[in-house]
């Protein structure tokens, strides 16, 4: 989830306006309840459950592929497309009239070799399709006895000891880019189960909904190193790149004025069944209406799943030709970019069955 | 590759004061000695040579992971990173002095959720690890006869009928960025065959040294839908974020002064097997030496691969994993992000055996 | 004025449902009606009307700095404000926690020095404040006897021939501004003239109103050299950096629905009087209303201005305090930033009286 | 001056290897030896020495203006321009082969208007010809009596209060951009003054310097709310749009290794005097050379005039045809951009005599 400060104030207002509404599942939760570091990988950990993928657990995995069936999980990014507010992604081709670059020399008069490039900005692993890697989430801890004010990364890495302008150490994406995922994916197609093309906004995906998915769709449930996707429908608001600008802008305030998404008690719950990561095709995992009021907790799982447990969380996932398929269980096949001290990454991943 | 103009105006200088490098090979070649197009996929295609990985070919790829050993293929992505002159590699993390964003709600006083981002500028698909899409290379032909002036991609396609300045028709990433590359990986290790650590520059792999590789190495031929990587050595020059910049301008002129690479000969035979992508540890895939001139044909692999045959090509791959391990079959895995209009792709491909 | 192909996209639709708003002081006018270059500054000049303001002039415009008022004219630059939709304006400070650079040494172990930056991704020429340089407009010839189908920039430059990725030749910033404008400047207060905060979108300014607007402000008319600024109000219509993204987004579609502007017989009036430079409050110069149809002819003062004449254009200027101080004629004092090879300019022009 | 991590880096290793060169005029300064805020302007001030220049001033600045001969004072900007390692400056004209923008339409069926754009990255107040602003100097204390540990800005401000990842508070850009420097330059013209076309890298200019110039040149000394500029030659070391990257680097490498600039004891003086902005033809104003050692206290000026007394610092102008014409006393006409939250801005200020 990437959230500007402006879409906080945002909430804020909201929360004054509608008032709290109330999460009884969190009560005796909160992020320093127990000392959560040095996690279970050491206190120098810099790749998290990824560990959990053994050789085994690849060998494994490979065998999932039985049809030779391929499906690349990343939305297209493109101008225009939906955005947290305040993101970017502006992408130009240089040329000015030409070629990038070239004419260069081919034998024969008549002939040469000339080059297309493109300029990019953006949010690296904040636009799109975006993988949140252990650089990202952070718990604020200010004037709680026995913890230096700070904010505390993964790990117990703090902001003030690995932050830097150009990137952070320990947590940047480059590490686990170091190993990536291949592991056995599967998809928990709660759109399909309750049957409707998208849920509503706000919806909280509840573990017994979860293990509803698993019965109906045939498959086992999480073990250690999974990827395990959830899939509500949202995706399918996006629009296209051929749309106008004004089209552009309300898909964009459709798609961000909430979503569904997964509950507390489900990431508790896969968090001791020691997954690798989490995703959804949904911008911010959890669930949320901003008309209805803000959550007491704003991202639960983002901080418990990432941030205590190294589990990290894919976003924006196109899940609509495995729901199609019923391709509910695959081998996953990806790794971040090795963006050194970066915060995530983007990323196209692979489901082969 | 990635040329500049500035580069070609140093080649151009070299080519009058040392003279041409006389390339018997080529002679009676030119890029329009046929038409080259509509190719093998028909008049509308955009995914090229990827359509040589069948179902069966996805399943028999996945049966080569038989010890789940691992190795991620991208080189880091930093500031400071070689780079062919004039392009820009730049990303920061947003913060002024605290995090990016945040704190946000969370139950008791003393706790906040913060966030960390970066936001990066960047050629896309032409710094550091990159995949040469099918909006890269164009063939440039005035005067011919039979052909309008223009300059034509993959299949046909004309700068004039498929240019914008925000992203490229039919041509850009997003379309092999939907079906990826999930196929028969093998390297051909000429380093490890010569007995060096690194190629000399200029060094002009021959198809006896790719053959004597394959012996040597054990493995079989590529077959149809392969990817097939060269090692040379050359990303070993390669520096390390925390080096200072002069020493990352020293290695950057190093490292762009040259390099080993593949023959058109090489290119010739593989096109003939029917691969899918070619690859290597070089900026630019094949042979220069700009101190000694510059070739007469500067990219013959890249115009015949990429522009006549659809076949891809990645470039500053790091194989030295696959080197050590002697992991020379293996699953390739990996697909473009689906950047609409793009001429390439950043990457981090995955190979498991 | 900047207007994206998704705009005109938006405008041809409204062509097509609403019919052209016809506009008879048209007929007989066409951009090849004459063939308007070289021009009276000869053929390879690149300084356009800038050479209407001779020494004397600057010495002559210093002499109407009387009281020592000072008014900086510029709109302020900030993610979120009104866009040209598909303009980019991303500023960042780079930190991760801390300052950007530092500490460095400073004697005495309790101290250090250090250092903030920022970093900015932005269309330079193209947002905001902006001037328009010899470089923006150009116009497009196909099939016209005696004409080469091309892109003709002012004294006939072609986009073939001046064209490149990395900036223009000719009829780039660093030109002009190797001179700037310090010259006589005259605000045309328009709204004040008729009474209103803001004037109607798409009201046509009339080379009457223009005239009613001397005589009641009490100065005289243009003379060559002068730079001319039309007050309609229309930036009122800005926020400010504080409001959050929705409103921001509310405020950027109303700014960009259309827009008051100056008529065509103004413009070909100050090409008579050889002005140096035209200026408005507005994005775009001229008059829109987009709800009513597409004006038959898109930008009619840009080309007939700065094509045909040299007489550069700059949008989105602050004239309130001008307008307040009744400040009606002053030492108009800016010059564009030495941007080799770019299309335009951002700004902070002085007016001092 | 703008610092890298990486170019303390250099310094550091310097001093450990050469030693410290010992500046006696330092001894008994530090940057806490008073309480230097709230400065004489209040502790609310964010426009600093800019309030010395009164009406008066200006109306005394115009009658400068005699002969109505101009000089813009910006360096021109390009890719591959000096730049301190680790800045960026990169700028494309968008269009993959046509214009930016359209064509749109224009009466008579061969004709369109066309329009070309530019893109830009940069650091936009630390690249080429920089003004620094309040916001870019701060002043680290840790462990101070009596202190926060913090970073100080110009009147106080510390970095936690006034940062954000957007822009700074208080300190930005945009307040001294509302009402700029219209007033009184003089040139002090070093260079000329010694008989050499550039000083010597590592040369500092001294109080006597500036006095035996001043009497040389026939001018009277600074006085309140002047704008004080010194040249050196420095910039004429600079390369030109056209070169190769190799030249580029070697240029780079070349300007950045030292400079001349002004003395702690010139910098105290002019503090005195109450002038409202220094600025040079270097890149950093103070002298340095490293490859002799890293001075005891890196940026005293830098320290002493901005954050302390809130004047104002201009580099990397071209100061040359001042020299040239002998423009010793002069109207200085500016106003940085209205860029909100940053820490400085680009420019291209205006002399006229």
Redesign the interface.
């Known amino acids: 989830?990437?959230?500007?400060?402006?879409?906080?104030?945002?909430?804020?207002l909201v929360?004054f306006t509608f008032g709290i509404v109330a999460n009884p599942a969190?009560a005796g939760?909160?992020?320093?309840d127990e000392k959560w570091w040095p996690g279970e990988y050491g206190p120098d950990d810099t790749l998290g459950a990824t560990q959990q993928i053994?050789?085994?657990?690849?060998?494994a995995a490979?065998?999932l592929?039985?049809?030779?069936?391929?499906a690349?999980l990343?939305?297209?990014?493109?101008?225009?497309m939906p955005l947290v507010?305040?993101r970017?992604y502006?992408?130009?081709?240089?040329?000015?009239?030409?070629?990038?670059?070239?004419?260069?020399?081919?034998?024969?008069?008549?002939?040469?070799?000339?080059?297309?490039?493109?300029?990019?900005?953006?949010?690296?692993?904040?636009v799109g399709?975006q993988w949140d890697g252990l650089?990202?989430?952070?718990?604020?801890?200010?004037?709680?006895e026995g913890w230096d004010d700070d904010?505390y990364f993964y790990n117990g890495y703090k902001?003030?000891d690995v932050?830097?302008?150009?990137?952070?150490k320990k947590v940047g994406t480059?590490h686990i880019?170091?190993?990536?995922y291949?592991t056995r994916g599967i998809l928990i197609d709660i759109a399909a189960l309750k049957g409707v093309d998208v849920l509503e906004k706000g919806y909280s995906i509840t573990l017994d909904d979860y293990k509803a998915a698993l019965k109906a769709q045939g498959i086992d449930d999480a073990s250690a190193g999974d990827v395990v996707l959830f899939r509500t429908g949202w995706s399918s608001k996006w629009g296209n790149?051929e749309l106008?600008?004004?089209e552009?802008?309300a898909i964009n305030?459709e798609v961000g004025s909430g979503e569904p998404g997964v509950s507390p008690e489900i990431c508790d719950y896969l968090i001791e069944k020691k997954i690798s990561m989490i995703g959804s095709d949904t911008w911010g995992l959890e669930p949320y209406d901003f008309s209805k009021g803000?959550?007491?907790?704003?991202?639960y799982c983002?901080?418990n799943l990432m941030v205590r447990h190294g589990i990290t969380n894919f976003e924006n996932l196109d899940l609509s030709v495995l729901s199609k398929e019923k391709a509910y269980e695959f081998?996953f096949?990806?790794?971040?970019?090795?963006?050194?001290?970066?915060?995530?990454s983007?990323?196209?991943?692979?489901a082969?069955w």
């Open positions: 989830m990437r959230i500007t400060v402006n879409t906080l104030l945002i909430a804020v929360v969190l939760n909160n992020p320093v053994t050789p085994a657990k690849r060998v490979a065998k592929v039985k049809q030779g069936k391929i690349t990343g939305m297209p990014y493109y101008n225009g507010p305040g970017t502006a992408m130009s081709i240089p040329s000015g009239g030409g070629p990038t670059h070239g004419p260069l020399s081919w034998p024969g008069e008549q002939f040469g070799q000339t080059f297309m490039d493109e300029i990019l900005t953006a949010e690296i692993g904040q399709t650089g990202h989430s952070m718990i604020r801890i200010e004037g709680a904010d902001l003030k932050g830097g302008p150009r990137g952070l480059e880019a170091s190993v990536g291949f790149p106008t600008p004004a552009h802008a305030a803000a959550p007491e907790s704003f991202a983002h901080i081998l096949s990806w790794s971040p970019l090795k963006l050194v001290g970066a915060t995530g983007p990323g196209n991943p692979i082969v």
